[in-house]
């Protein structure tokens, strides 16, 4: 009797790797519209939930958090397993993430409480205390983003590996790995778009104050609509996924069993080209991490820009950065085959460029608005807040503690109160406002002087970020290029899990901190326990801090990979070994052939 024998699985036609790349490409486009709409709204997020740079980039933190737990466990895992389908579970993962992060508006409602106009002008009291809802909408937006991070894991990592694994013509690798890379780099640019055009939908979706329009300072908009687009992307692309053969190749075996990984884990270490460009790697993720994180944010302050206006610029300086020069560069190492060496030797010229435009930086920026309040003390080199004077003595304006400014069209005032305002007339303007040269009508909102610096500012970082990431995919060749095949997998986890632990990790906490200090101005500045968002900056101190620091990482980054270079020199990469391995086993096997027919033929005799 006949044993029954495995059912051998049918290839399909339609399903092979060139359609599990577009699939792949498209999927990438949705996670990097997330996290380019999650950075795009970080501002809106920072109003409504008064949180600070710090804990917003905490926030953003929380992603890589679970991201780097999770390709660990991918790395170790996946090993021998079906890769399409793991990435499938990843993808429908992400779409309910994305439903998680759209939860607190339904939860907490669309905007916070806002004052009434008929409230007593002079007993406008904020009281000073921890909001509840704004700790608990911050602990679920963070949960929200650690499922996202767990859920991406299998995107570039696994992903990478199928398909390099399954391409007969290795010399493609490359361009097509490049290609889902600039997926990652040039759709932030679509997120910054949904972001820009969602936000200047009040976050209400139906109705918006009649005395706020786009341009308020505490404008909201519709930041979770956003995720539930996502959500939608996400679940369809998944379905797909779940139908892809564990290989296309017969021959193809890249695992790395349990019992070996202590040992693979040692070896990777010890390989100086690998580690060396993870370390390169991880300091140039603070470019992602930290400047194009708080990119929005800074055009939105330093060139008294609305929301959704800075978005559309950091979308086009993110395209610029990251998305073409990406593409072009893969196209261009596959094109004229470019050795790792020398590839290595040409992402140091171009990552010097980097520092160039963000030093250039420094030239092109605007002076902060001035708040009447703000008093520098010249003993302590601190600004003080002063809002008692002459003109508002009556007004009892020290209960006054949240920030509503208005401006008479020279000077700001923290609050109507502080301008010495007495009623608010039929035009919605508050008017008799003692404090005012006019004491006439006021207009709400910040005063901002005129500063056309800003398309000076576009164009350098958009020529800079364009040739500096030209060969960023030399990190992923590189790292891949370095190890044998059965290290393929855990090699991509571990160059991920490092990244991500020491740079994408703290690197927004890091730009938060340094941001948080340029602070002049928060929101409630009595309140000590609840100070809420920033809402003037010292724009000389914020350019300065961004750009430095960005600068001076970068250049860390270009010594390391110098030093890879070097390191490469003395070193030959596995797929040169192969080829000497090949001719010495071939001899091998006619000296041992020859052998055996010498002692035949003399057994003979």
């Not at 795009?40 to 917003?56: A, V």
């Not at 009291?125 to 937006?141: G, P």
């Not at 006019?438 to 056309?452: D, F, K, M, V, W």
Request: net charge neutral; proline share 4%.
């Amino acid at each position: 009797m006949e044993l029954p024998r495995r059912k051998v699985q049918q290839k399909k036609p339609y399903l092979t790797i060139e359609i599990f790349l577009i699939i792949m490409m498209t999927v990438i486009g949705i996670q990097g519209t997330y996290l380019g709409y999650m950075v795009g709204i970080l501002t809106n997020l920072e109003r409504r939930f008064g949180i600070t740079s710090r804990r917003s980039g905490t926030l953003l933190s929380m992603y890589d958090v679970g991201h780097t737990v999770a390709v660990v466990l991918v790395g170790i895992l996946a090993t021998n397993r079906h890769l399409p389908r793991i990435t499938a579970i990843g993808v429908l993962t992400s779409g309910l993430s994305m439903l998680l992060l759209a939860l607190p508006v339904v939860i907490f409602g669309t905007a916070p409480h806002e004052f009434s106009m008929a409230e007593s002008l002079v007993s406008q009291i904020f009281v000073c205390r921890k909001v509840d809802e704004h700790t608990a909408a911050f602990r679920l937006l963070a949960f929200a983003q650690l499922i996202t991070g767990i859920a991406a894991a299998p995107f570039n990592t696994v992903a990478y590996v199928y398909i390099d694994d399954n391409l007969k013509e290795k010399n493609k690798s490359p361009f097509y790995l490049g290609l889902l890379t600039s997926m990652y780099a040039f759709c932030p640019a679509f997120g910054f778009a949904l972001s820009a055009g969602l936000t200047r939908i009040h976050t209400s979706l139906f109705y918006a104050p009649p005395d706020m329009d786009v341009t308020s300072e505490g404008w909201v908009g519709a930041w979770w609509l956003g995720f539930l687009i996502l959500a939608v992307l996400y679940l369809v692309c998944s379905a797909p996924l779940f139908f892809f053969p564990k290989t296309f190749l017969t021959d193809n075996d890249n695992g790395v069993e349990m019992h070996n990984l202590p040992f693979f884990i040692g070896a990777l270490i010890r390989n100086p080209v690998f580690t060396t460009m993870v370390i390169a790697w991880t300091l140039g993720s603070y470019n992602t991490g930290g400047y194009n994180t708080y990119l929005p944010k800074f055009l939105e302050t330093q060139y008294a820009r609305t929301s959704s206006e800075a978005d559309i610029y950091a979308g086009i300086i993110s395209i610029g950065s990251v998305a073409v020069s990406t593409a072009l560069g893969g196209y261009l190492l596959t094109r004229f085959d470019l050795s790792p060496r020398k590839a290595i030797l040409l992402l140091a010229c171009s990552w010097s460029i980097i520092i160039v435009s963000y030093l250039l930086s420094l030239t092109v920026g605007c002076t902060e608005p001035s708040i009447q309040e703000i008093e520098y003390v010249a003993s302590v080199n601190r600004p003080k807040f002063m809002d008692v004077h002459s003109c508002n003595w009556d007004c009892e304006c020290s209960s006054v503690n949240h920030f509503n400014p208005v401006h008479d069209g020279i000077k700001n005032y923290f609050s109507p109160c502080h301008a010495g305002c007495l009623s608010y007339n039929t035009e919605l303007k508050w008017d008799n406002c003692l404090c005012t040269n006019s004491r006439g009508p006021i207009e709400a909102g910040l005063y901002t002087e005129q500063c056309n610096t800003l398309f000076a500012y576009v164009a350098i970082m958009f020529v800079g970020l364009f040739f500096g990431n030209l060969f960023f995919m030399t990190t992923m060749m590189v790292i891949l290029r370095a190890v044998y095949d059965d290290q393929k997998v855990l090699a991509l986890s571990f160059a991920s899990c490092i990244t991500n632990l020491l740079g994408f990790i703290p690197a927004p906490v890091l730009f938060g901190f340094l941001i948080d200090s340029a602070c002049l101005l928060w929101r409630n500045p009595k309140c000590l326990l609840d100070r809420g968002n920033c809402v003037i900056y010292d724009n000389r101190l914020f350019r300065v801090k961004f750009h430095v620091v960005s600068a001076g990482i970068h250049l860390l980054a270009v010594l390391v990979v110098i030093a890879c270079y070097f390191i490469s020199l003395r070193r030959k990469f596995p797929e040169e070994e192969d080829y000497n391995t090949v001719d010495i086993n071939a001899l091998e096997e006619l000296r041992q052939q020859h052998e055996s027919k010498a002692i035949f033929l003399y057994t003979e005799l």
